[in-house]
């Protein structure tokens, strides 16, 4: 079963330009994770978030949580070609529980 | 380390025929995975194991799927028969301790025809 929904699907944008998707899920949960994947490749791990942070930072990505919703959004900064690519969340609910993706986010950056 | 390597990258076989999917997790990772990817279902979670021991095979499809994890630097997934729904990019993950991010492999694209 699907426990993130990423929102929205499909998503256009110019170089240079910020890229936010969001991501809401329905149980609790342990962690949310952040993955990458370009066309006809495999899933990159971008950032991890606990479920007791609110904010985390890597490089250009700006991952943030709120549990009380049920949601986590990723902002890319200054968005370039190269990250073309779709954006998976994902969730652990508990102790070592496997992760559950939701569909992804395409987001497609135009030089 | 070279990362969680997969072969074949590419497999098309007939309907009906076995299919066997390989595996090699990062050295020192616990928990290995097999996810499958299609379009419509996006990606599943069939199978996983922690230290050899499979934990959770309620996303195997039908019988017609086993995995095995003889040893720790060592899986596979296999289909036996295969079937043209089967056809999708099957993954295999890595990871230490379950609560750490997932190295993927590159995948496996099946088609079966």
């Known amino acids: 079963s699907q426990q993130g929904e990423e929102d929205p699907q499909a998503l256009s944008i110019q170089e240079g330009e910020n890229a936010t998707m969001n991501c809401s899920y329905k149980t609790s949960i342990n962690n949310l994770q952040w993955y990458r994947q370009n066309s006809g490749r495999g899933l990159v791990h971008l950032i991890l978030i606990r479920s007791n942070e609110r904010e985390k930072h890597s490089g250009r990505l700006r991952v943030t949580l709120d549990t009380s919703k049920k949601s986590s959004s990723l902002l890319i900064t200054a968005s370039r070609a190269a990250d073309t690519a779709s954006y998976f969340c994902?969730?652990?609910?508990?102790?070592?529980?496997?992760?559950?993706f939701g569909k992804g986010t395409r987001l497609s950056v135009i030089a | 380390d070279a990362g969680v390597i997969q072969s074949p990258r590419h497999e098309v076989t007939e309907m009906g025929q076995e299919v066997t999917l390989r595996c090699k997790p990062i050295?020192?990772?616990?928990?290995l995975f097999w996810y499958r990817q299609t379009m419509m279902r996006g990606l599943e979670l069939l199978i996983y194991f922690n230290n050899n021991v499979p934990i959770d095979d309620s996303g195997m499809p039908e019988d017609r799927f086993s995995a095995k994890m003889p040893n720790a630097s060592f899986s596979t997934l296999k289909i036996q028969p295969s079937e043209p729904r089967d056809s999708a990019v099957y993954f295999c993950?890595?990871?230490?301790?379950?609560?750490?991010?997932?190295?993927f492999g590159s995948g496996t694209r099946l088609t079966v025809v």
């Open positions: 993950a890595s990871t230490y301790r379950g609560l750490y991010g997932y190295t």
């Open positions: 994902a969730t652990v609910e508990s102790g070592n529980t496997p992760l559950v």
């Open positions: 050295s020192g990772h616990d928990y």
